[in-house]
């Protein structure tokens, strides 16, 4: 965890958070088991009232700070800490980003693709039609801008999202899959739609990135 953050926390006494329990093992990692305790923690979700957050916002007195903890990734990139970014701007409460590793970047890095153009769509639509129909549109895009498409899946629909972009795409559209990145099994390759067609990677529940170009 990089010195900022430590020194962060350090300061926090509120957090906006997906899971509590999630947040709260991260603090006790941290180092920080001690102040559990005495620490407030509000869930974030997609639907969530925002009613306590505003709340809880509003509460924060001069000098005091609030923290947005991630279950994984960057806070307010495919993460709905973004809704108390937002309430904060409004309410004219300064909002400070922290460095901190990004499974998307770290694709991108790795995939061997334009870095220099590049689009995040986040999670496509669950639904397979859809999902389909939006592969097809960001295929399209490589082959006529050359601008790289990222996109995630959740781990127990990584397979289903795979058969659809080897059903969907061109066999010269190049596709990186990059697993568990950081992790004990990661997993990072690029090659043409028609190399994966010849053998299938192993997700095995691990959380992934697609990075399409060509």
Known sequence: MAPGIIEAISFCHLYFVEHIKTARRLLAKSGYASKIDQSVFIEMHRGVDTSQAI???QSL???QCAGIIS???????????S?????????GIR???LPGPSSIMMALMASGMNGQQFA???????????RRKSLQKLQMEVAKTGITQIFMETPYRNEAMLKDILSVCQSEIRLCIAMDISGPYEYIRSQSIAEWKKHLPKFYKNPAIFVMGR
Request: net charge negative.
């Open 71 to 81: 279950d994984a990734g960057l806070p307010c990139v495919a993460d709905p800490g």
């Open 61 to 63: 007195s001069a000098g």
């Open 83 to 91: 809704v108390v970014v937002e309430l904060a701007q409004q309410m």
């Open 120 to 130: 995040f769509h986040g999670y496509l639509s669950r639904e397979t039609h859809d």
């Open 95 to 97: 909002v400070v980003p």
């Open 55 to 57: 709340e809880a916002l």
